[in-house]
């Protein structure tokens, strides 16, 4: 099922176009159906609508552990065609507990493909299989490949390290039991949104000498934990939007740009904000990263911060492909069926994956 005609995702495809900004080439996929620059797109402003009037997502409301996990607000809708095989299995982390992981199978898979571990967003304290089940399966299809998908410990009933020592266990065990998984452990794509892009770049800090991990791909992801950096750089200028849709676009930038207590609430002054472990912006050399695609929004805070990843691993040597969906806001990703943006970016991801 999907809520748009799908002519839209070819539209995003044939109307993309690259721009050289501050540098660095950025490929630029527009709204489909609006020609307009600086819009918001038509199906996020009606999402938007309908957000304004949740009051958990108010940052003027009293937070809600909550109202952050159950969130009807969430849709997204299953778009294979194929039969996609799901296992769950319990696998023991560092000898004391476990986690559930489950791995999608595509059907008639061939054994010894890339595989993808994807670890999911939600402020490190939100988010599991039931919120990103369709997006894996779209990829598992697309792809020909094995997903892996981990369902770690959330903050803050388990603070730092816990989230990382799960993702980077994960990792290891795919990479251990290849054989098994009947998967290259020598093509381990490892991939995530938001605060499972921070848990990614923390799975490739601690991955920095064994070069287990092949490719990241991220969504608008946490590069840095210590979001005052780019509070003081803020400007509405960095966020062109038509009047019409200005309020839409400050909702969505503001959802983000007011988020910092979910990274107080993982952290819990454990560790430093700016420890590399946890904002990879920190390290002085960025020079040893693997390849990587990066892809973030128009409309989302979180893309100062990536921006200036991709510039600083891009002059760092490293082969970085920087995508941004115009109109779109965090989040947009997990929006399977709801999206054209969502259908086209997965996409991307399956045929990065199936070509490593």
């Given amino acids: 099922m999907r809520e748009y005609d799908q002519n839209l995702v070819k539209l995003i495809q044939q109307k993309a176009y690259t721009e050289t900004i501050d540098g660095i080439d950025i ?16 199906r996020v402003v009606e999402t938007t609508k309908i957000k304004m009037n949740v009051k958990s ?11 952050q996990r159950v969130r009807p607000d969430k849709v997204s809708y299953d778009i294979t065609t194929t039969d996609v095989h799901e296992d769950e299995d319990l696998v023991r982390i560092n000898d004391d507990h476990y986690i559930d992981v489950y791995t999608f199978t595509p059907e008639n898979y061939e054994t010894g493909r890339p595989v993808l571990i994807y670890l999911h967003g939600g402020g490190y304290m939100t988010g599991d299989v039931a919120e990103f089940r369709m997006a894996m399966r779209f990829v598992c299809e697309q792809s020909g490949c094995k997903v892996i998908f981990p369902e770690y410990r959330l903050s803050p009933e388990n603070p730092y390290p816990a989230g990382i ?9 795919v990479y251990e039991n290849a054989d098994s998984l009947d998967v290259d452990r020598n093509k381990i794509m490892v991939g995530g949104d938001s605060a499972g892009g ?10 920095k000498e064994k070069h287990h991990i092949h490719y990241a791909y991220e969504y608008y992801a946490a590069f840095d934990t210590n979001f ?13 939007v038509i009047d019409d849709h200005k309020v839409y676009a400050q909702n969505r930038i503001d959802r983000i740009r007011y988020s910092g207590s979910t ?3 993982y952290l819990q002054g454990k560790v430093s904000k700016d420890d590399p472990m946890v904002s990879i912006m920190s390290c002085d050399d960025l020079s040893w990263l693997p390849d990587m695609s990066v892809v973030c929004g128009e409309y989302d805070f979180l893309r100062l911060c990536s921006d200036a990843f991709v510039k600083r691993a891009t002059e760092a040597g490293v082969s970085v492909r920087s995508l ?10 997990e929006k399977v069926g709801v999206l054209p943006q969502a259908e086209e970016v997965l996409l991307d991801m399956a045929e990065v994956l199936k070509n490593l």
Avoid: Q
């Fill in 57 to 67: 997502l108010d940052r003027n409301s009293k937070f809600s552990l909550y109202g």
């Fill in 228 to 240: 005052e950096k780019y509070e003081a750089i803020y400007s509405d200028d960095l966020f062109a």
């Fill in 27 to 42: 490929i630029m996929k527009p709204v489909p159906d609006d020609n307009r620059k600086h819009v918001v797109d038509p």
């Fill in 324 to 333: 941004r969906y115009l109109g779109c806001d965090h989040g947009f990703m």
């Fill in 263 to 265: 990274g107080d609430l």
């Fill in 198 to 207: 921070g848990l990614t770049n923390s799975c490739l800090y601690l991955d």
């Fill in 165 to 173: 020592e799960d993702c980077h266990a994960v990792v290891e065990w």
